[in-house]
């Protein structure tokens, strides 16, 4: 039985107790939270105010749900104390401090990985596997809606590094390419410092071409994503678990004295039947299966680098009003 400790007990901090309380092979023995302990009746297990405070109960990893403003000082904490830990995407606030984190990681040689639950998310598993079994033939275009109201929890970020992040990781995982430039536009309409609606576009090094809005603006939640491919379209509901394929109908030609244009139909519409599982839970087990040696099946932190790099040349080219190549 693997000893756990959860770092943070904010909006997320919440889901990662619910579900290290009930993961199997798993004893969550401890919360670190500077919140009064007082207000943190729903916690069967002991709550320190700091982090220096588990320094004695011999914990085999941590989970880290701290503000992203936090992931430094604590990884590099855990790195010292020679505790591996799966830390909360962003990996942090800027590249520079994420080098910090990975060069301490790799210093003390510990374990450590990073939450992208999106990966997680059976729709999007099972479109990855399609993808590689050439469902769609070559990928043209990839587009992504993550948009909803303000979560009064995030004060320290904009929706980039709290949204868009995921959409930038998912994005270069499903078709295993990476961002080679983006250009960007934000807006601040809620009166806080940082940008709450950004239009992102962006070419990967495969040549398919992304597109990326979000925002925390929309009265509707809305987290989707069409992936464009010779073939067909493959449409995903990572909110509710669904994954639908639009196949590519007849080819048709239209004749003009000026131009010949080819295009499509709409042809069979299948919507796949698959075991829906919760995304946090199996995200869970496969770094518990990483720290027992079972597998390897978790974002490094290298990967997670990469996605800040290209929140960071969003953010510059949004402020910069140009393209950004990466």
């Not at 729903?42 to 011999?58: A, D, G, Q, T």
């Not at 914990?59 to 591996?84: G, M, Q, W």
Request: net charge neutral.
């Amino acid at each position: 039985m693997l000893k756990v400790g959860l770092i943070g007990l904010g909006v997320m901090g919440k889901n990662h107790l619910r579900v290290l309380s009930t993961t199997e092979g798993i004893e969550l023995v401890a919360v670190i939270d500077p919140q009064d302990p007082t207000l943190l009746a729903e916690v069967s297990v002991p709550v320190y105010s700091h982090i220096e405070e588990i320094n004695k109960l011999k914990l085999d990893y941590c989970v880290v749900a701290a503000p992203t403003a936090f992931h430094e000082e604590i990884a590099l904490s855990l790195s010292n104390k020679r505790i591996p830990f799966l830390l909360e995407k962003p990996i942090s606030f800027n590249s520079k401090s994420a080098k910090k984190i990975i060069k301490s990681v790799q210093e003390y040689k510990i374990k450590a990985g990073i939450g992208q639950i999106e990966r997680y998310n059976p729709a999007l598993q099972l479109a990855k596997a399609k993808i590689s079994e050439g469902l769609l033939g070559s990928i043209y275009q990839i587009s992504t809606k993550r948009q909803g109201f303000f979560p009064s929890r995030i004060s320290d970020v904009g929706v980039v590094l709290d949204l868009a992040t995921h959409d930038i990781d998912l994005t270069s995982w499903v078709v295993e390419s990476r961002y080679q430039r983006v250009s960007a536009n934000s807006a601040f309409r809620s009166g806080r410092s940082h940008e709450d609606l950004i239009s992102i576009s962006g070419t990967l090094e495969s040549g398919v071409i992304v597109n990326h809005i979000v925002n925390w603006l929309s009265p509707l939640k809305e987290r989707s994503i069409q992936i464009i491919g010779e073939k067909g379209i493959l449409a995903v509901d990572t909110l509710n678990s669904e994954l639908t394929y639009y196949e590519n109908g007849s080819n048709f030609i239209v004749d003009t004295e000026k131009d010949e244009f080819k295009g499509v139909s709409q042809g069979e519409v299948v919507k796949f039947e698959f075991e829906k599982y919760e995304p946090l839970r199996a995200e869970h087990e496969s770094f518990r299966d990483y720290i027992l040696n079972r597998s390897h099946n978790i974002v490094e932190l290298k990967s997670a680098l990469r996605t800040l790099k290209v929140a960071e040349a969003i953010i510059k080219s949004s402020e910069a009003n140009k393209v950004v190549n990466l």
